[in-house]
């Protein structure tokens, strides 16, 4: 059958500085890798069209903002049926995807439907936000067809590779990069005392509330014992907004429960990441991301064991970094030291070659004379008929990756006013889900243990 959203071919810039880069995310921390990336890929390209795919972690636009990656107009909200349509629309180089792998998967499929044959289709280039610690073979098998998969350091081009190869699925795409916001200034010793201390704070990690009330009680201790210090809680967002992980239980709303309160020199802080790390002497996490930008800078970095090495965590990933430790031992002036070999195995060793080199060379090549093989992911309705279609299913897309009736052109047509107002519904209806988990789901979860 003939495909009525196939598009003409069109030849694609041959300078590097006239490159048309799209980024759809899903979340403001893949928003924030996503934007950042296509920085990397191409520095002296114009700034990259930015979308966010809407749905249950859609960002505020003081996510978005906080983020610290912000050219011109803010990213459009939009859907995966609309953001095909989009790249039939409009011509682009390059569509970095910034996604969960289900969503990766359906604009896969989707731009396979657009581009059947060999044509001067998009680049196609997904990747992770951070540390891969959970769901790696679900979760590459659903970002294979993607013509670049980017690998954070050489551990996970490794790991990436051997289930792309134990699968039979083509490993050619996966390319070693790194974090695209490993950068700041180095740590500076302030004559080997420690005055900030900074405990990076996780949405679902660890996901309990007597665990992460825990936490927070350890580091106003650590504060109270430590009057000298500065201990700042970095918060991930404000209660009502969400992140790449639901949080059930905000720290916010621990902190205004715990006995005896902060004491002063103990505050909850937002704000970009980067900047927070200036003048950082010591970062404290279960096992976020931020911990691998601090130890790129050579700041002293601590992956709590408090509650266990355990894979749910997400803190294994640090077994051999030299990182791992507890409370009572920085209560006690211990300043873990990275291994340089862990260090330099996952990609965060201070002063190492540009990392984006061999991913730029790839775009270069793939995008000279001629045009690009139709996009074959590895998971076909012959490879998995029982579980693609319902992955594209969410994203109201056919079982062959053509967009459901109306799903693309829904609103096509509408005034001004109705799109103001269906804009105002959504967020309200978002605001009532994340109401609801936050804070009617642990009332109920309490009443039924009476």
Request: with cysteine; glycine share 10%; aromatic share 6%.
């Amino acid at each position: 059958m003939r495909n009525s959203f196939c598009r003409v071919p069109v030849p694609l810039s041959s300078s590097r500085a006239d490159l048309r880069i799209a980024v759809l995310a899903d979340s403001d921390t893949r928003w924030k890798w996503g934007a950042l990336t296509a920085r990397r890929l191409a520095p002296d390209a114009p700034a990259p069209t930015g979308f966010v795919l809407r749905g249950r972690a859609t960002p505020t636009a003081r996510q978005l903002g906080e983020a610290g990656v912000a050219d011109g107009a803010g990213p459009a909200e939009v859907t995966c049926a609309e953001f095909l349509a989009e790249l039939g629309r409009r011509r682009y180089d390059v569509v970095v995807l910034a996604l969960v792998g289900g969503a990766v998967q359906a604009v896969l499929h989707g731009a396979r439907a657009l581009w059947p044959q060999p044509s001067a289709r998009p680049l196609l280039v997904t990747g992770y936000v951070g540390v891969v610690y959970e769901k790696l073979a679900d979760g590459l098998l659903l970002r294979h067809g993607a013509d670049l998969v980017l690998a954070n350091s050489r551990h996970d081009a490794a790991r990436f590779r051997a289930v792309y190869t134990g699968a039979g699925a083509d490993p050619d795409a996966v390319v070693e990069t790194a974090l695209p916001f490993l950068d700041g200034a180095p740590h500076e010793s302030a004559g080997g005392r420690t005055h900030r201390v900074v405990f990076a704070v996780q949405p679902s990690v660890p996901e309990g509330r007597t665990d992460r009330a825990y936490l927070l009680e350890r580091a106003a201790r650590h504060a109270r014992l430590h009057p000298d210090r500065e201990v700042l809680v970095k918060l991930r967002s404000r209660p009502g907004e969400h992140t790449t992980h639901l949080e059930e239980h905000p720290y916010q709303r621990l902190a205004e429960r715990l006995p005896g309160g902060l004491p002063p020199n103990c505050r909850l802080v937002y704000g970009n990441m980067g900047e927070v790390l200036d003048g950082t002497d010591l970062l404290v996490t279960v096992s976020s991301t931020a911990a691998l930008e601090s130890l790129h800078r050579g700041i002293p970095t601590a992956v709590l064991t408090d509650l266990g090495i355990r894979e749910a965590l997400g803190n294994h990933h640090f077994l051999g970094s030299g990182c791992l430790t507890s409370w009572d031992r920085l209560d006690g002036g211990l300043l873990p030291a990275g291994d340089p070999d862990w260090l330099a195995a996952q990609g965060v060793a201070p002063g190492a070659a540009d990392p984006y080199a061999a991913a730029r060379d790839r775009i270069a090549r793939l995008l000279g004379p001629g045009p690009l093989a139709p996009v074959a992911p590895y998971y076909t309705l012959a490879t998995a008929p029982g579980y693609l279609p319902g992955i594209l299913a969410r994203h109201h897309l056919a079982p062959d990756g053509t967009p459901l009736p109306g799903a693309a052109a829904r609103a096509a047509g509408e005034s001004g006013a109705r799109r103001w107002l269906r804009s105002h519904l959504r967020e309200a209806a978002r605001g009532a889900y994340r109401h609801g988990v936050q804070r009617v789901a642990p009332v109920i979860r309490r009443l039924g243990e009476l």
